[in-house]
């Protein structure tokens, strides 16, 4: 524990980036999934577009896409906006599936009582469709968080300073304390956000707090149904 | 998009294509490499993964190990597994073998939970009464593992396999900052160097690479479908759900 103690503000220092790093795509991709996941709904032609275009997407390596994307939005290599805007494309990818399966998870008769005791179609999908979609849009973002605060650390490649700063440094000088040190805090970092997704989710739902996905151990995600098409996305976090 | 044409002009280059160039060339070497590793990886995996996934999906025990171990995996730090990996064999093996040997273990940890969440996932996604059906005509265990249930899970098994080539090949990308060879190579070169034709370059090679086998990879999951059982690229009737018409013995004919 002797690097560990001796260099304990460089390790907050890098957590504290670390986490405002994987913040930002998590928000990101839960607020643009939720109306993407409604479009893909609406005709088979836009859930070809969403559903494949997210796969695409999400089969680009970290690596490729966080130096390509300076081409796109005009940043330079060395930015941290890249790292931010890849991490959201992940992210949108994996959720905006999940948003469009939430939402036609809820019941054809729920929604026509909904237009008969007349909700208007925004109030509807306010009210009732976003509620009780709600679980498997939790199980989503839990899935989008565990793997974006693992693939922050990739972004050391690109200069970001976070929790891979540990891994590049402790690699160079020979320290393995200070790898292992990273890796520690990464995994509590995604124990802790899962954790706090799991109490959001009791607090914004609380008539699901005795059942489901609010009760499920650490990462134990609902398994979501076989989808042979693309089993993938619930198994695999783009490296 | 000028620097897009500038690397499209790097990569069909044919001086960058000639035997013996300097490193990080020439791409056929750093291509060679990236498939070699990868398959590398993927069949050990496989080995581990395949076996291991039929037993869980087959006997139902080790559900949750399976729930919990592939969501766990996906928290660990790719990048800090193969530094660690290759930090610690670099303590124990010779300077030549400890980054390939580090490295194709990470590469091995990090393709297990896909395949094996594909097998069992497969298996368990196979209709109980095909099973039942099965067994009744007499199948040992064995012959309704290897001669029902595997045939129906194909797809969902090359699934599994399909994505842990791309978590691979990904990764192998990353290695090459480590050391490793690999189309990634011409990446961290070129981050080095500060040359935009390389990094960009390399960036739309590994891009193509991925997009290209995981075409593949779709299309075999496709060709090992079932004919007849139902058509896998629709979502619904799902694959373990029985058509409305007919109805399953615990259902009570009205």
């Known amino acids: 524990m002797r690097w560990a103690t001796g260099n304990f503000d460089l390790i907050a220092e890098l957590t504290l980036n670390h986490v405002r790093l994987a913040i930002i795509p998590i928000i990101a991709s839960f607020v643009l999934s939720i109306p993407l996941g409604w479009l893909a709904n609406r005709s088979k032609v836009t859930r070809a577009i969403v559903i494949t275009g997210g796969s695409l997407l999400y089969t680009i390596p970290s690596l490729p896409l966080f130096v390509i994307l300076p081409l796109i939005i005009g940043t330079r290599v060395l930015d941290e906006t890249n790292l931010i805007v890849a991490l959201s494309i992940y992210g949108v990818a994996i959720m905006a599936r999940s948003a469009s399966d939430a939402l036609s998870s809820v019941a054809g008769p729920t929604v026509d009582a909904a237009d008969a005791i007349g909700f208007s179609p925004m109030s509807r999908f306010l009210r009732v469709e976003l509620p009780l979609a709600g679980p498997v849009l939790l199980a989503g973002i839990r899935v989008v968080s565990v793997s974006t605060i693992a693939l922050v650390s990739v972004g050391v490649i690109i200069g970001s300073a976070n929790l891979g700063y540990l891994f590049q440094n402790g690699k160079q000088r020979g320290i393995l304390e200070e790898v292992v040190v990273g890796i520690v805090i990464s995994l509590l970092l995604a124990l802790i956000f899962d954790l706090a997704l799991v109490a959001i989710g009791r607090l914004a739902m609380p008539w699901n707090a005795g059942s489901g996905a609010g009760r499920r151990l650490w990462l134990r995600v609902p398994a979501p149904t076989p989808e042979p098409a693309d089993a993938r996305a619930d198994t695999r976090s783009p490296a | 998009m000028n620097l897009l044409l500038e690397a499209l002009r790097w990569i069909v280059d044919p001086t960058h294509w000639t035997p013996g160039g300097q490193s990080p060339l020439p791409i056929q070497d750093r291509l060679a490499e990236h498939l070699a590793y990868t398959a590398v990886a993927v069949l050990i ?61 990470a590469f091995v940890i990090l393709a297990i939970p896909s395949i094996l969440a594909g097998a069992y996932s497969g298996l368990e996604s196979v209709d109980r009464v095909t099973i039942d059906a099965a067994r009744a005509n007499g199948m040992t265990e064995w012959q309704i593992l290897s001669q029902v249930e595997i045939p129906l899970a194909l797809p969902l098994i090359v699934g599994g396999i399909r994505a842990a080539v791309l978590q691979v090949i990904a990764t192998v990308t990353i290695a090459s900052y480590a050391g490793l060879g690999g189309l990634g190579r011409i990446i961290t070169s070129g981050i080095g160097l500060n040359d935009y034709d390389l990094i960009l370059g390399g960036a739309l090679l590994v891009t193509a690479l991925a997009l290209g086998i995981d075409g593949i990879m779709a299309l075999l999951q496709r060709a090992t479908a079932t004919k007849g059982l139902t058509d896998l690229r629709v979502s619904e009737p799902q694959a373990n759900q029985p058509t409305p018409n007919q109805p399953t013995p615990s259902q009570p004919n009205i």
Do not use: E, N
């Open chain 2, 45 to 105: 995996a496989a080995v581990i993964a395949l076996p291991l996934g039929f037993f869980i999906g087959h006997t139902g025990r080790g559900r949750q190990f399976v729930i919990g171990f592939t969501g766990s995996m996906r928290a660990l730090p790719t990048l800090g597994l193969l530094f660690f990996l290759l930090m610690v064999f670099g303590y124990v093996l010779s300077y030549d073998w400890a980054p390939i040997i580090g490295s194709t273990i």
